[in-house]
Nanobody, 117 residues
Framework: QVQLVESGGGLVQPGGSLRLSCAAS????????MGWYRQAPGKQRELVAV???????NYADSAKGRFTISRDNAKNTVYLQMNSLKAEDTAIYYC???????????WGQGTQVTVSS
C-alpha cells in the first residue's frame, strides 16, 4: 500500500503555528482521501481534518477556524497548517490515505506536536 511520511512537528508555545507535511508514494495520489488524525495521551485517535479527492474538506470542531488542510497533487503531499495552537492540541499527528476501491487504508509513522510554555 501507499507509504506515508509525516514531518514538521515540534515544540511550540501556545498561540504559535506549525505546518505539518505528509509525503505519499504512488501514482494515484489524487484519488486518495487524505486525512490528518491525532492521538493525545490517554485519548483515542481522532480525526482532525480530511480532504477528499474532489476537494471537499471536513474539519473537527476543535480545528475549525484554526487549522487548514490542503493538498498538492503534483507533489504527492498533503499539509496541515496549524495556527493559534493550544496545549490541548498536544498529540501525535498521523497522516492517513484511503482509497476504498483498491482497499487502501494506510498510516504514516506520526509526528509529535507539543504545545507548551
Amino acid at each position: 500500500q501507499v507509504q506515508l511520511v509525516e514531518s514538521g512537528g515540534g515544540l511550540v508555545q501556545p498561540g504559535g503555528s506549525l505546518r505539518l507535511s505528509c509525503a505519499a508514494s504512488g501514482n494515484i495520489f489524487s484519488r486518495y482521501a487524505m486525512g490528518w488524525y491525532r492521538q493525545a495521551p490517554g485519548k483515542q485517535r481522532e480525526l482532525v481534518a480530511v480532504i477528499f479527492s474532489g476537494g471537499s474538506i471536513n474539519y473537527a470542531d476543535s480545528a475549525k477556524g484554526r487549522f487548514t488542510i490542503s493538498r498538492d497533487n503534483a507533489k504527492n503531499t498533503v499539509y496541515l497548517q496549524m495556527n493559534s495552537l493550544k496545549a490541548e492540541d498536544t498529540a501525535i499527528y498521523y497522516c492517513n490515505a484511503k482509497f476504498t476501491p483498491l482497499g487502501v487504508n494506510s498510516w504514516g509513522q506520526g509526528t509529535q506536536v507539543t504545545v507548551s510554555s
